[in-house]
């Protein structure tokens, strides 16, 4: 697969290292993705303020409900790259077996690890949302049961904003990060 847009490389101009280096942990090494996104500068700073909402503590949804949704839509939209940065950086933190990380992957809400019905719900919710752009009647009834209407405001923007991130790592052709897992090392290390 050959990238159709090549991340910038160091040394990075001024701009561009400042908006860089506010987008990662202190000390952390950019992304290819976000690399990548710096190539439009003004896009990527308006940009910053809603994806550092999303990854925040101010999210009204836990780190493992917030993990559940991304790793399942970029999934369900074959972005191995973005898939495999959560999975790498979150997934433990989130307290996500390697059944679950399997699952999210390649299973569905059915499969047995999966033993909350939160869990479960946040999965089929995610799934509708792809499928579907939407949420039927008795899935919504069922997460509200679940869920504050802030939660699932947060639950919906975060599944849309990860179609979107999605959509460009897949469209831009965005390399797999060297130290991410790919979809077929949790099939083949967990069936």
Request: hydrophobic fraction near 45%; aromatic fraction near 8%; proline fraction near 6%.
């Amino acid at each position: 697969m050959t990238t159709r847009i090549d991340p910038v490389q160091p040394p990075y101009p001024p701009q561009v290292a400042e908006r860089l280096e506010a987008m990662m942990p202190p000390g952390v090494p950019p992304i290819l993705l976000f690399r990548t996104f710096v190539r439009n500068l003004p896009m990527t700073a308006a940009m910053s303020g809603w994806g550092g909402y999303e990854l925040s503590r101010r999210l009204s949804l836990s780190l493992r409900d917030r993990e559940i949704i991304i790793d399942r839509t970029c999934a369900r939209c074959g972005c191995e790259y973005e898939w495999g940065v959560h999975v790498a950086f979150f997934a433990a933190r989130a307290g996500l077996s390697d059944r679950q990380i399997t699952s999210l992957t390649h299973g569905g809400a059915s499969d047995p690890c999966w033993a909350d019905e939160r869990d479960r719900l946040l999965i089929e919710a995610a799934d509708a949302l792809h499928d579907a752009a939407d949420l039927s009647d008795g899935l919504w009834h069922r997460l509200a049961g679940l869920f504050s209407q802030e939660q699932l405001l947060d639950l919906l923007m975060l599944a849309g904003w990860y179609h979107a991130i999605s959509f460009t790592a897949n469209a831009a052709r965005v390399a797999c990060e060297d130290s991410a897992p790919r979809f077929a090392d949790v099939k083949l290390a967990h069936t």
